[in-house]
T-cell receptor, first 113, second 109 residues
Protein backbone atom coordinates (compact mmCIF):
# COMPACT_ATOMS: atom_id res chain seq x y z
CA UNK A 1 0.00 0.00 0.00
CA UNK A 2 1.36 3.40 -1.00
CA UNK A 3 -0.98 5.55 1.09
CA UNK A 4 -2.41 7.16 -2.04
CA UNK A 5 -6.16 6.70 -2.37
CA UNK A 6 -8.49 7.38 -5.26
CA UNK A 7 -12.24 7.49 -5.67
CA UNK A 8 -14.34 6.15 -7.16
CA UNK A 9 -12.81 2.82 -8.15
CA UNK A 10 -15.05 2.39 -11.18
CA UNK A 11 -17.28 4.75 -13.10
CA UNK A 12 -19.55 4.51 -16.14
CA UNK A 13 -20.50 7.67 -18.02
CA UNK A 14 -22.03 8.47 -21.38
CA UNK A 15 -20.49 10.52 -24.14
CA UNK A 16 -20.76 14.26 -23.53
CA UNK A 17 -21.04 14.02 -19.76
CA UNK A 18 -18.59 15.42 -17.25
CA UNK A 19 -16.67 13.49 -14.59
CA UNK A 20 -14.65 14.33 -11.48
CA UNK A 21 -12.07 11.92 -10.08
CA UNK A 22 -10.47 12.37 -6.68
CA UNK A 23 -7.11 11.58 -5.15
CA UNK A 24 -5.65 11.81 -1.65
CA UNK A 25 -1.88 12.00 -1.57
CA UNK A 26 0.45 10.08 0.67
CA UNK A 27 1.00 11.94 3.93
CA UNK A 28 3.65 14.65 3.55
CA UNK A 29 3.60 14.60 -0.25
CA UNK A 30 2.95 18.00 -1.84
CA UNK A 31 3.13 17.04 -5.51
CA UNK A 32 0.50 15.08 -7.39
CA UNK A 33 0.46 13.91 -10.98
CA UNK A 34 -2.38 12.46 -13.01
CA UNK A 35 -2.01 9.84 -15.74
CA UNK A 36 -4.29 8.18 -18.25
CA UNK A 37 -3.57 4.54 -19.05
CA UNK A 38 -5.40 3.01 -21.97
CA UNK A 39 -5.56 -0.76 -22.25
CA UNK A 40 -2.21 -2.22 -23.29
CA UNK A 41 -0.41 1.12 -23.04
CA UNK A 42 1.84 2.79 -20.53
CA UNK A 43 0.56 5.66 -18.39
CA UNK A 44 0.37 8.97 -20.26
CA UNK A 45 1.10 12.14 -18.28
CA UNK A 46 -1.88 14.52 -18.04
CA UNK A 47 -0.60 17.17 -15.62
CA UNK A 48 1.15 17.77 -12.33
CA UNK A 49 0.26 20.00 -9.40
CA UNK A 50 2.71 21.37 -6.87
CA UNK A 51 1.44 23.36 -3.92
CA UNK A 52 -1.91 24.03 -5.63
CA UNK A 53 -0.40 25.26 -8.90
CA UNK A 54 -0.27 23.38 -12.21
CA UNK A 55 3.36 22.59 -12.80
CA UNK A 56 3.46 20.81 -16.12
CA UNK A 57 1.01 19.44 -18.62
CA UNK A 58 1.10 16.65 -21.16
CA UNK A 59 -0.54 16.55 -24.55
CA UNK A 60 -4.15 16.58 -23.37
CA UNK A 61 -6.89 19.04 -24.43
CA UNK A 62 -8.20 21.78 -22.11
CA UNK A 63 -11.30 19.74 -21.29
CA UNK A 64 -8.97 17.88 -18.93
CA UNK A 65 -8.51 20.13 -15.91
CA UNK A 66 -7.49 19.74 -12.32
CA UNK A 67 -7.26 21.19 -8.88
CA UNK A 68 -5.06 20.68 -5.86
CA UNK A 69 -6.31 21.66 -2.44
CA UNK A 70 -4.42 23.02 0.60
CA UNK A 71 -4.32 19.53 2.11
CA UNK A 72 -2.67 18.39 -1.18
CA UNK A 73 -5.61 16.24 -2.24
CA UNK A 74 -6.49 16.63 -5.88
CA UNK A 75 -9.24 16.37 -8.48
CA UNK A 76 -9.20 15.57 -12.16
CA UNK A 77 -12.14 16.93 -14.15
CA UNK A 78 -12.96 15.83 -17.67
CA UNK A 79 -15.64 17.66 -19.64
CA UNK A 80 -17.46 16.57 -22.79
CA UNK A 81 -16.46 12.94 -22.40
CA UNK A 82 -15.50 11.02 -25.51
CA UNK A 83 -15.41 7.27 -26.06
CA UNK A 84 -11.59 7.37 -26.19
CA UNK A 85 -11.51 8.74 -22.65
CA UNK A 86 -12.27 5.22 -21.44
CA UNK A 87 -9.16 4.26 -19.49
CA UNK A 88 -7.59 3.73 -16.08
CA UNK A 89 -6.87 7.10 -14.47
CA UNK A 90 -3.95 7.06 -12.08
CA UNK A 91 -2.92 9.55 -9.47
CA UNK A 92 0.66 9.57 -8.20
CA UNK A 93 2.09 11.59 -5.36
CA UNK A 94 5.66 12.52 -4.57
CA UNK A 95 7.43 14.45 -1.85
CA UNK A 96 8.89 17.15 -4.04
CA UNK A 97 9.12 18.06 -7.68
CA UNK A 98 11.88 16.81 -9.86
CA UNK A 99 13.57 13.53 -9.22
CA UNK A 100 11.57 12.19 -6.34
CA UNK A 101 9.86 8.85 -6.81
CA UNK A 102 6.16 8.82 -7.58
CA UNK A 103 3.81 6.49 -5.74
CA UNK A 104 0.62 5.46 -7.45
CA UNK A 105 -2.89 5.11 -6.12
CA UNK A 106 -5.09 2.16 -7.13
CA UNK A 107 -6.66 4.09 -10.01
CA UNK A 108 -10.16 4.84 -11.24
CA UNK A 109 -11.42 2.84 -14.19
CA UNK A 110 -13.64 5.01 -16.39
CA UNK A 111 -15.87 3.59 -19.08
CA UNK A 112 -17.52 6.01 -21.50
CA UNK A 113 -20.47 4.61 -23.45
CA UNK B 1 10.07 8.73 -31.99
CA UNK B 2 8.66 7.81 -28.61
CA UNK B 3 10.35 9.22 -25.54
CA UNK B 4 10.67 5.79 -23.92
CA UNK B 5 10.75 2.53 -25.83
CA UNK B 6 10.48 -1.00 -24.55
CA UNK B 7 10.05 -4.36 -26.21
CA UNK B 8 6.42 -5.24 -25.61
CA UNK B 9 7.21 -8.93 -25.36
CA UNK B 10 5.80 -11.20 -24.27
CA UNK B 11 8.95 -12.46 -22.60
CA UNK B 12 8.81 -15.95 -21.16
CA UNK B 13 11.44 -17.43 -18.87
CA UNK B 14 11.50 -20.63 -16.81
CA UNK B 15 11.35 -20.40 -13.04
CA UNK B 16 14.80 -19.77 -11.57
CA UNK B 17 16.18 -18.17 -14.71
CA UNK B 18 17.33 -14.57 -15.24
CA UNK B 19 14.85 -12.23 -16.92
CA UNK B 20 16.34 -9.26 -18.78
CA UNK B 21 14.20 -6.24 -19.58
CA UNK B 22 15.43 -3.34 -21.68
CA UNK B 23 14.47 0.28 -22.20
CA UNK B 24 15.81 3.15 -24.30
CA UNK B 25 14.96 6.83 -23.97
CA UNK B 26 15.34 9.78 -26.28
CA UNK B 27 15.76 12.85 -24.05
CA UNK B 28 19.38 13.36 -23.01
CA UNK B 29 18.40 15.67 -20.16
CA UNK B 30 16.57 12.84 -18.42
CA UNK B 31 17.57 12.88 -14.78
CA UNK B 32 16.15 9.83 -13.08
CA UNK B 33 14.93 6.44 -14.11
CA UNK B 34 12.48 4.00 -12.63
CA UNK B 35 11.18 0.49 -13.07
CA UNK B 36 7.59 -0.23 -12.08
CA UNK B 37 5.77 -3.56 -11.99
CA UNK B 38 2.10 -3.69 -12.90
CA UNK B 39 -0.11 -6.70 -12.35
CA UNK B 40 -3.17 -7.02 -14.55
CA UNK B 41 -5.92 -4.68 -13.39
CA UNK B 42 -3.70 -3.05 -10.75
CA UNK B 43 -1.72 0.18 -10.55
CA UNK B 44 2.07 0.36 -11.05
CA UNK B 45 4.26 -0.34 -8.05
CA UNK B 46 7.85 0.83 -7.76
CA UNK B 47 10.62 -1.76 -8.02
CA UNK B 48 13.77 0.29 -8.48
CA UNK B 49 14.99 3.81 -9.07
CA UNK B 50 18.41 4.66 -10.50
CA UNK B 51 20.06 8.03 -10.99
CA UNK B 52 23.73 7.36 -11.84
CA UNK B 53 25.51 5.33 -14.45
CA UNK B 54 26.25 1.78 -13.46
CA UNK B 55 24.44 -0.95 -11.58
CA UNK B 56 22.12 -0.81 -8.60
CA UNK B 57 21.12 -3.99 -6.84
CA UNK B 58 18.14 -4.62 -4.56
CA UNK B 59 17.56 -8.25 -3.67
CA UNK B 60 16.88 -10.22 -6.84
CA UNK B 61 16.63 -7.06 -8.93
CA UNK B 62 19.48 -5.17 -10.61
CA UNK B 63 18.96 -1.96 -12.56
CA UNK B 64 21.61 -0.84 -15.03
CA UNK B 65 21.92 2.67 -16.45
CA UNK B 66 24.06 3.87 -19.34
CA UNK B 67 23.36 7.55 -20.00
CA UNK B 68 25.77 7.73 -22.95
CA UNK B 69 23.78 5.02 -24.71
CA UNK B 70 20.46 6.27 -23.26
CA UNK B 71 19.73 2.79 -22.06
CA UNK B 72 18.23 1.34 -18.88
CA UNK B 73 17.79 -2.32 -18.07
CA UNK B 74 16.35 -4.47 -15.31
CA UNK B 75 17.61 -7.94 -14.47
CA UNK B 76 15.52 -10.26 -12.35
CA UNK B 77 17.50 -13.17 -10.93
CA UNK B 78 15.94 -16.43 -9.76
CA UNK B 79 12.67 -15.50 -11.47
CA UNK B 80 9.51 -16.63 -9.69
CA UNK B 81 5.98 -17.16 -11.04
CA UNK B 82 4.92 -14.21 -8.88
CA UNK B 83 7.19 -12.00 -11.03
CA UNK B 84 4.81 -12.53 -13.94
CA UNK B 85 3.56 -9.01 -14.71
CA UNK B 86 4.08 -6.07 -17.02
CA UNK B 87 7.24 -4.08 -16.30
CA UNK B 88 7.15 -0.37 -17.04
CA UNK B 89 10.23 1.77 -17.59
CA UNK B 90 9.79 5.43 -16.61
CA UNK B 91 12.05 8.40 -17.22
CA UNK B 92 11.85 11.74 -15.42
CA UNK B 93 12.99 14.75 -17.47
CA UNK B 94 12.54 17.23 -14.61
CA UNK B 95 8.84 17.92 -14.41
CA UNK B 96 7.35 15.09 -16.39
CA UNK B 97 7.47 11.33 -16.25
CA UNK B 98 7.45 9.42 -19.50
CA UNK B 99 6.50 5.75 -19.42
CA UNK B 100 7.15 3.04 -21.94
CA UNK B 101 4.37 0.75 -23.06
CA UNK B 102 5.70 -2.02 -20.82
CA UNK B 103 7.14 -5.49 -21.31
CA UNK B 104 4.97 -8.45 -20.40
CA UNK B 105 6.91 -11.11 -18.49
CA UNK B 106 5.70 -14.64 -17.85
CA UNK B 107 7.69 -16.92 -15.54
CA UNK B 108 6.88 -20.54 -16.29
CA UNK B 109 6.87 -22.92 -13.28
Amino acid sequence: ETGVTQSPTHLIKTRGQQVTLRCSSQSGHNTVSWYQQALGQGPQFIFQYYREEENGRGNFPPRFSGLQFPNYSSELNVNALELDDSALYLCASSLVQGEETQYFGPGTRLLVL
Amino acid sequence: QKEVEQNSGPLSVPEGAIASLNCTYSDRVSQSFFWYRQYSGKSPELIMSIYSNGDKEDGRFTAQLNKASQYVSLLIRDSQPSDSATYLCAVNTGNQFYFGTGTSLTVIP
